[in-house]
T-cell receptor
């Protein structure tokens, strides 16, 4: 019962470095999401993919890019990391628009 | 644009007392509403949802929520709180015509023994 798997769990980057956060789900879900969680700000949507082959911007897309590689995988890329991107990142997936989303365990990213 | 407001950053209750966590929302069309709970250093866990039908929704761990369309609210309730209910609670909304899922800022619940 893997559910939603995120890698890595922890990462420290230097300002200007790039990296890709990986997310995979094994529930045959159609929609996938990337959020960041910051204290006092809840979860803010970065990008989402309603279905395979589509991606859309969320509330805070600047500085990020995504790829919906196939139905299972949805990656988040930071091209040039900034300290403001220090956060906990969560990937989620849902089967349909009216069904609940399932979350991964998160990636704690620190940019120094 | 859709949005969710959780007006209380913190809620403190004594064990055995009723627990209420407030949520109001704004969407263009009809809402799909969700409550999630997060324990320290964990991902979010689904508690319950309102899609359509009965305004009172029952979920996991004895939680329930009432959908009020006129007040655009979806408050989470538990008749008798437990210390183990201490956690961070999030309300979320999706417009039925959109796939975007938006969350509130969260409410920290502390239940004292």
């Amino acid at each position: 019962n893997a559910g939603v798997t995120q890698t890595p769990k922890f990462q420290v980057l230097k300002t200007g470095q790039s990296m890709t956060l990986q997310c995979a789900q094994d529930m045959n879900h159609n929609s996938m999401y990337w959020y960041r969680q910051d204290p006092g700000m809840g979860l803010r949507l970065i990008y989402y993919s309603a279905s395979e082959g589509t991606t859309d911007k969320g509330e805070v897309p600047n500085g990020y890019n995504v790829s919906r590689l196939n139905k299972r995988e949805f990656s988040l890329r930071l091209e040039s990391a900034a300290p403001s991107q220090t956060s906990v990142y969560f990937c989620a997936s849902s089967l349909q628009g009216y069904t609940e989303a399932f979350f991964g365990q998160g990636t704690r990213l620190t940019v120094v | 644009a859709q949005s969710v407001a959780q007006p209380e950053d913190q809620v403190n209750v004594a064990e055995g007392n009723p627990l209420t966590v407030k949520c109001t929302y704004s969407v263009s069309g009809n809402p799909y509403l969700f409550w999630y709970v997060q324990y320290p250093n964990r991902g979010l866990q689904f508690l319950l949802k309102y899609i359509t039908g009965d305004n009172l929704v029952k979920g996991s761990y004895g939680f329930e929520a009432e959908f009020n369309k006129s007040q655009t609210s979806f408050h989470l309730k538990k008749p008798s709180a437990l210390v183990s209910d201490s956690a961070l609670y999030f309300c979320a909304v999706r417009d039925m015509y959109d796939y975007k899922l938006s969350f509130g800022a969260g409410t920290t619940v502390t239940v004292r023994a």
